[in-house]
């Protein structure tokens, strides 16, 4: 079974930077592509970053040109750096990986258990 564990969240003021890492871990996989959403309370979850294992990016229109999402394919590891954090970025981060499986016969999404960015003064 494949395995997403987020790290890196935290309290940061505005126009502060945190870093997010998510590693994949398991057997048998091969990933396609992994992106981070989020959710603030009482809103639906969106996307925030993606990228392809091939290094494809797709950015949501609120974050582009202050956030960077990066793949690590020897580590199975996504990270996004966010700068400039601004007050209406704090919300829930969680991590999201498309996976083959089952040599390469079934694919797969799979969720990490989410990492809560604060940015306050």
């Known amino acids: 079974q494949v395995q997403l564990v987020e790290s890196g969240g935290g309290l940061v003021q505005p126009g502060g930077s945190l870093r997010l890492s998510c590693a994949a871990s398991?057997?048998?996989?091969?990933?396609?592509?992994m992106g981070w959403y989020r959710q603030a309370p009482g809103k639906e979850r969106e996307l925030v970053a993606a990228?392809?294992?091939?290094?494809?990016?797709n950015y949501a229109d609120s974050v582009k040109d202050r956030f960077t999402i990066s793949i690590d394919n020897a580590q199975n590891t996504v990270y996004l750096q966010m700068n400039n954090l601004k007050p209406e970025d704090p919300a829930v981060y969680y991590c999201?990986?498309?996976?083959?499986?089952?040599?390469?016969?079934?694919?797969?999404?799979?969720w990490g258990q989410g990492t809560l960015v604060t940015v306050s003064s």
């Open positions: 990228s392809t294992s091939g290094g494809s990016t």
């Open positions: 398991g057997r048998g996989f091969e990933i396609n592509a």
């Open positions: 999201n990986a498309g996976i083959y499986v089952a040599d390469g016969r079934e694919y797969r999404e799979v």
